[in-house]
C-alpha cells in the first residue's frame, strides 16, 4: 500500500472494507502502536520487521472475564523468575482469562498482555509482555495456553475477538515491554556503576533509560506507570474522528434519501413534498450534519494534540499528560455517544427502508456503537474527565492559572447572557462556558459538603458522580462548540462557504442550548426572551440551511462504494437500487424455497406429504 501514516492506513483499508471491521484491525491499531510506543529499541528492532511483515500478526489482550474497566484489578500474572531469567505468566482464576480482544480468536500468533507484574515477592501493577500464542509454522496453539473466540456479538461479525488464557506459561525476560517513557537519561558513568552494581545486564541494555527487570529480578519503576496507558490514550484521540466518520457518513445517507423520499401531500391535490421540506426531519437531521462537522474539527484536534504531547512525552516531559487523558478520554466519550445516538436518528429518519441492511445505516451503526465501550467505557472515562476538572477547580480557586481550554473554570458566576436576536457566536460560546464553569463548581460544592459532613473522599466521589457526569459533559460540549467557532472565526466571512458553515456552526450551538435547557437556564442565566430568540434563531436556520443541504453531505465526500447505501447514492436512483438489491437476495435465486417442501407442503397439503418428505430427504 506504501502509506506510511497509520490513520491514513487506517482509513485507506476502511474505504475497501468499510464498516467492516478488519480481523488484522487491532493489529494495526493497538498491536504495532505498542512495539512502537512501549518497546526499547532494542526489542522495536527486533519484533517491528516481523509485525510490520505480518509474520508476526497480534492484539492488544488486556481486557479479562472480570475485569475490564479496573486496570489495577487485573488478574493475570506475570511472575519473574531470576533462576531462569523469564516471566512466569498465569490465569489464576476463571475471572483472569483474557476476554473481548479483537483479532484473537483465531487470527493472531503474538498478542501483548497486560498482566500484574510480580518481582522477589512484591507486585509492580500492570505491565505490557510479548506473548506468542500460537505457532508461526502452522499457525496450532503452542503449550500453556489456551485461546478461542467469544462467539457471536452486537455486531462486529468479521472479527473474531477472543478468549485467552495462560497456564504458568514461561516467556523470556526480553519479552517485558520495558519502555514506559524516558525517565530522563541517566549519565552513562552513572548506568554503568549503577547497573554494574545491581546485576549484568547485557551492555546494549545500558542506554535504555526504561524501566527494567533486572536479571537479578531488581524492579526500575518508570516515571509514570501511567505511561503503560499510551496505547489506550492514542487510540481513544483516534476514535473520535472515527465517530465523526460514522455520523456524517449516516447524515449524507439520510440527508440525500430525504431529497429523494417525496411522501404525503402536502395539501389536498397537491403534490407530495421532499420529505426534507418538513421541519421535523430537519430538526432532527440538520443538527446531527452539525454535529458531525463538530466532531470532525474536534476529532483532527485531539489527535493533534495527542501527537504533540506525545512527542514531548517521548522527550521526557510528562507535564501535558494528565491534559491529554483528560481531553482525549473526554471527547472519545462525547464524541461515540453523540455518533451512535445521531446514527440511530438517522435510520428512523429513513422509514422502512433504514431497516434495511440495503440502507448501509445498520451496518454504520454496529460499528460506531461499541466505541462507547471499548478503550475506555464512556462513563468510567467522563469521570476521569471530571477528575481533572475538580483538580482545576482547586487550582482554579487558589488563584493559579489554567491552561488554555480549562481557563472558564472558576469564572464569576453572577453575569447574564448577551443573547440577542441575532445570536452571535460570542454569546453562544460564554452560554456553554458559564454552564460548563457552573456544573464544575456544583460538582465540586457537592463533594465539598458530602466531605464537610462526614463521607470519605470515596463516599463523597461517588456521591457526587452524577454531578460530576454532567459537568464532564458539559465541559466537552464546550470544547466541541468553541473549537466549531475558533475554526469559523480563523476563517474570512467573505467567502459564501463560510458563510453557510456559519449558520451550521450557530444551529449546532443553538440546538446544543435547546436540548439541554435546564442545565442553561437553572440560574437565570437565560431570560424567558433569550429563549425565544434561541427558538426562532433555530427555526430561522433550518430554512437557512435546507437549501445547501445536499451540498453540505456531498462535501464529506463519501464514494458510494464506502457508504454502500441504495438510500444514500450520489445519483438518487434509491428505488432501483432497491429492487436490484432486493432481487438480488440469495433468497430468491429459486422460486420455491427448499425449506417449503418440509416445513409448509405438509401443512398446505398433507395428503401430498410422502412424496414431500422425499424430496425433502434429497
Ligand atoms: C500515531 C499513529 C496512529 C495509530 C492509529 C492507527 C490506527 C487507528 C486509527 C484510527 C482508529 C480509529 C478508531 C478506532 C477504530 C477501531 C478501534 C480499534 C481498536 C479498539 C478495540 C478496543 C481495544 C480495547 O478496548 S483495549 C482495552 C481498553 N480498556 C480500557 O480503556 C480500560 C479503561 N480503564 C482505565 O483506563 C483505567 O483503569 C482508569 C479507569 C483510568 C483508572 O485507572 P487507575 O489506574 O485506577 O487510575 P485512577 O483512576 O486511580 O487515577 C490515577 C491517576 O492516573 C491518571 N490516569 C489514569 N489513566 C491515565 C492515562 N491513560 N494517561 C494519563 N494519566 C492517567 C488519572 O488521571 C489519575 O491522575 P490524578 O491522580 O488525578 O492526578
Ligand atoms: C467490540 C469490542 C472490542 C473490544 N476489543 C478489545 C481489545 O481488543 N482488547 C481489550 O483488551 N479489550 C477489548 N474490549 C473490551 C473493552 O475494552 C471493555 O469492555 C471496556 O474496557 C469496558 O470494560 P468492561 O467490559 O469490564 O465493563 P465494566 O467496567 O464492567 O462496565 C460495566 C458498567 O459498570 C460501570 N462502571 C465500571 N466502573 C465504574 C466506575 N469506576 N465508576 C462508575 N461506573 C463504573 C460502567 O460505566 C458500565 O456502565 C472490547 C470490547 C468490545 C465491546
Avoid at 162 to 181: A, H, Q, V
Wanted: with cysteine; net charge positive.
Amino acid at each position: 500500500m506504501g502509506i506510511t501514516d497509520m490513520q491514513e492506513a487506517f482509513y485507506y483499508r476502511e474505504c475497501a472494507a468499510a464498516h467492516e471491521n478488519s480481523p488484522l484491525g487491532l493489529h494495526y491499531a493497538m498491536f504495532l502502536p505498542t512495539i512502537n510506543k512501549q518497546a526499547t529499541p532494542e526489542q522495536k528492532k527486533k519484533w517491528l520487521p516481523l509485525a510490520e511483515n505480518y509474520k508476526m500478526i497480534g492484539t492488544y489482550a488486556q481486557t479479562e472475564l472480570g475485569h475490564g474497566t479496573f486496570i489495577r484489578g487485573l488478574e493475570t500474572t506475570a511472575t519473574y523468575d531470576p533462576k531462569t531469567k523469564e516471566f512466569i505468566l498465569d490465569s489464576p482464576t476463571l475471572t483472569s482469562k483474557k476476554y473481548w480482544p479483537g483479532c484473537l480468536g483465531k487470527t493472531s500468533n503474538h498478542c501483548v498482555v497486560m498482566a500484574q507484574l510480580y518481582t522477589q515477592g512484591k507486585s509492580h501493577g500492570p505491565h505490557m509482555f510479548m506473548v506468542q500464542i500460537r505457532s508461526m509454522e502452522d499457525h496450532s496453539v503452542l503449550p500453556g495456553i489456551e485461546v478461542g473466540v467469544i462467539g457471536n456479538k452486537f455486531g462486529y461479525g468479521t472479527n473474531d475477538n477472543g478468549f485467552l488464557s495462560f497456564d504458568k506459561l514461561r516467556i523470556p525476560r526480553e519479552n517485558m515491554l520495558m519502555r514506559y517513557s524516558q525517565v530522563g537519561r541517566i549519565p552513562r558513568e552513572n548506568m554503568l556503576m549503577r547497573y554494574s552494581q545491581v546485576s549484568r545486564i547485557p551492555r546494549e541494555n545500558m542506554l535504555m533509560r526504561y524501566s527494567q527487570v533486572h536479571e537479578d529480578g531488581t524492579y526500575v519503576k518508570p516515571q509514570n506507570a501511567k505511561l503503560a496507558y499510551g496505547s489506550m490514550v492514542l487510540i481513544r484521540s483516534s476514535i473520535v474522528s472515527d465517530a465523526a466518520r460514522g455520523l456524517a457518513q449516516a447524515c449524507v445517507i439520510s440527508i440525500r434519501y430525504s431529497a429523494v423520499r417525496r411522501q404525503t401531500e402536502a395539501y389536498p391535490g397537491g403534490e407530495e413534498p421532499q420529505i426534507l421540506d418538513y421541519q421535523t426531519q430537519q430538526y432532527r437531521l440538520f443538527p446531527l450534519l452539525a454535529s458531525a462537522y463538530s466532531l470532525q474539527l474536534a476529532g483532527k484536534y485531539v489527535f493533534n494534540t495527542y501527537l504533540e504531547v506525545n512527542d514531548q512525552i517521548e522527550k521526557g516531559n510528562l507535564e501535558s499528560m494528565p491534559e491529554l487523558h483528560a481531553l482525549s478520554a473526554g471527547l472519545k466519550a462525547f464524541s461515540t455517544y453523540e455518533a451512535s445516538a445521531g446514527i440511530e436518528v438517522c435510520r428512523i429518519c429513513c422509514g422502512g427502508h433504514g431497516y434495511s441492511q440495503a440502507s448501509g445505516l445498520p451496518k454504520i451503526y454496529v460499528d460506531v456503537v461499541p466505541g462507547c465501550t471499548y478503550e475506555g467505557e464512556n462513563t468510567v472515562m467522563m469521570l476521569q474527565t471530571a477528575r481533572y476538572l475538580m483538580k482545576c477547580y482547586s487550582r482554579a480557586k487558589q488563584g493559579q492559572k489554567l491552561p488554555g481550554f480549562v481557563q472558564y473554570i472558576g469564572q464569576n458566576l453572577n453575569k447574564k447572557s448577551c443573547m440577542s436576536e441575532e445570536v452571535a457566536l460570542g454569546c453562544l460560546v460564554m452560554a456553554y462556558e458559564h454552564r460548563a464553569a457552573r456544573l464544575v463548581e456544583a460538582a465540586a460544592m457537592r463533594m465539598q459538603s458530602l466531605i464537610q459532613g462526614g463521607k470519605k473522599q470515596h463516599e463523597a466521589w461517588n456521591g457526587s458522580s452524577v454531578q460530576l457526569f454532567w459537568a464532564a459533559k458539559a465541559h466537552c460540549h464546550l470544547f466541541c462548540v468553541k473549537n466549531f467557532v475558533d475554526a469559523i472565526q480563523a476563517k474570512s466571512l467573505s467567502s459564501k462557504t463560510v458563510t453557510v458553515m456559519k449558520s451550521v456552526c450557530q444551529l449546532y450551538g443553538v440546538h446544543g442550548i435547546l436540548e439541554n435547557l435546564g442545565e442553561f437556564m437553572q440560574d437565570g442565566f437565560f431570560s424567558g426572551e433569550q429563549v425565544g430568540y434561541l427558538q426562532r434563531k433555530m427555526l430561522a436556520l433550518f430554512e437557512n440551511i435546507r437549501p445547501n443541504a445536499v451540498a453540505l453531505v456531498d462535501a464529506f465526500d463519501y464514494p458510494d462504494m464506502v457508504l454502500g447505501s441504495c438510500l444514500g447514492r450520489y445519483d438518487g436512483q434509491v428505488y432501483q437500487a432497491l429492487y436490484d438489491y432486493a432481487k438480488s437476495a440469495p433468497m430468491n435465486q429459486t422460486e420455491i424455497h427448499s425449506t417449503y417442501y418440509k416445513h409448509l407442503k405438509p401443512l398446505i397439503n398433507p395428503e401430498t406429504t410422502s412424496d414431500a418428505m422425499q424430496f425433502a430427504k434429497l
